[in-house]
């Protein structure tokens, strides 16, 4: 085997390993995402506690996945795909280790409101678009690990979904705090839950942008698409904007 030769297997041997430890760290993000969700439901203290302590694992793995990138790139000079899939997976670990933060912001929420069983049926909402966001997450994961960009362009493309969910309960959490103003404090912790799932939902199209730029070096044309634009849902409402995150 020649030096070439040998260097062209140890860093196909890199980025496998890069491959696996960002799958991995999906698999994380998408388990804080459906504890804190749970966490929520049961107002379980503990798993959002659990959820909270775990962020530590998911920024550990991204402080990795960027070393063994900046580490390959420095040693290999890679280009083209192999260069933009060193990059992509930098961007990629970064959405996720934003992922675990959201998740941990809704375990803060579940340690907030523990003990208030005021408007429990307010959750169904919330899991609803949770499930969502976390299969988005899971497809764009699968469509990282298959280079697949026909699969993440169907994540890009799904997003106004969320958007539309994260519409509908906005307007319903604000409803019930107009009519019942005893609701007020619930519907403001439910309220920063659904942001932080939206938000959720736009890091899965941000790596859906990630694969499609590494597989075909090039952006995604056109704006994404968006369930709503008004400023009455995308700017954060005066009484929330005064409670601290």
């Given at each position: 085997?020649?030096?070439?030769?040998?260097?062209?297997?140890?860093?196909d041997?890199?980025?496998?390993?890069?491959?696996?430890?960002?799958?991995?760290?999906?698999?994380?993000?998408?388990?804080?995402?459906?504890?804190?969700?749970?966490?929520?439901?049961?107002?379980?203290?503990?798993?959002?506690?659990?959820?909270?302590?775990?962020?530590?694992?998911?920024?550990?793995?991204?402080?990795?996945?960027?070393?063994k990138a900046?580490?390959?790139?420095?040693?290999?000079?890679?280009?083209?795909?192999?260069?933009?899939?060193?990059?992509?997976?930098?961007?990629?670990?970064?959405?996720?280790?934003?992922?675990?933060?959201?998740a941990?912001?809704?375990?803060?929420?579940?340690?907030?409101?523990?003990?208030?069983?005021?408007?429990?049926?307010?959750?169904?909402?919330?899991?609803?678009?949770?499930?969502?966001?976390?299969?988005?997450?899971?497809?764009?994961?699968?469509?990282?690990?298959?280079?697949n960009?026909?699969?993440?362009?169907?994540?890009?493309?799904?997003?106004?979904?969320?958007?539309?969910?994260?519409?509908?309960?906005?307007?319903?959490?604000?409803?019930?705090?107009?009519?019942?103003?005893?609701?007020?404090?619930?519907?403001?912790?439910?309220?920063?839950?659904?942001?932080?799932?939206?938000?959720?939902?736009?890091?899965?199209?941000?790596?859906?942008?990630?694969?499609?730029?590494?597989?075909e070096?090039?952006?995604?044309?056109?704006?994404?698409?968006?369930?709503?634009?008004?400023?009455?849902?995308?700017e954060?409402p005066?009484?929330?904007?005064?409670?601290?995150?």
């Amino acid at each position: 085997m020649n030096v070439s030769e040998h260097t062209a297997r140890v860093f196909d041997s890199d980025l496998i390993k890069l491959t696996q430890l960002v799958a991995q760290m999906g698999g994380f993000a998408q388990k804080q995402i459906t504890d804190a969700i749970d966490a929520l439901t049961h107002r379980d203290v503990a798993l959002a506690r659990h959820v909270i302590a775990a962020d530590a694992s998911v920024d550990a793995l991204q402080r990795q996945i960027e070393e063994k990138a900046i580490a390959t790139i420095a040693l290999r000079q890679p280009m083209a795909f192999d260069l933009r899939a060193l990059v992509a997976m930098m961007r990629i670990a970064n959405d996720l280790e934003r992922v675990g933060d959201l998740a941990k912001n809704i375990g803060k929420r579940v340690i907030a409101v523990n003990g208030d069983d005021s408007q429990r049926t307010l959750i169904r909402g919330l899991k609803h678009m949770a499930a969502l966001v976390v299969s988005q997450l899971a497809g764009v994961l699968d469509s990282f690990v298959d280079r697949n960009p026909g699969k993440a362009l169907q994540v890009w493309k799904a997003d106004k979904e969320v958007d539309a969910l994260y519409v509908s309960l906005f307007r319903e959490l604000l409803t019930y705090s107009m009519e019942d103003p005893g609701t007020i404090s619930m519907c403001i912790h439910h309220l920063f839950c659904a942001k932080n799932i939206e938000r959720i939902g736009d890091h899965a199209t941000n790596i859906a942008e990630a694969v499609h730029y590494m597989v075909e070096g090039h952006a995604i044309a056109g704006e994404r698409p968006k369930g709503d634009t008004s400023s009455y849902v995308n700017e954060t409402p005066s009484i929330v904007s005064k409670v601290p995150a």
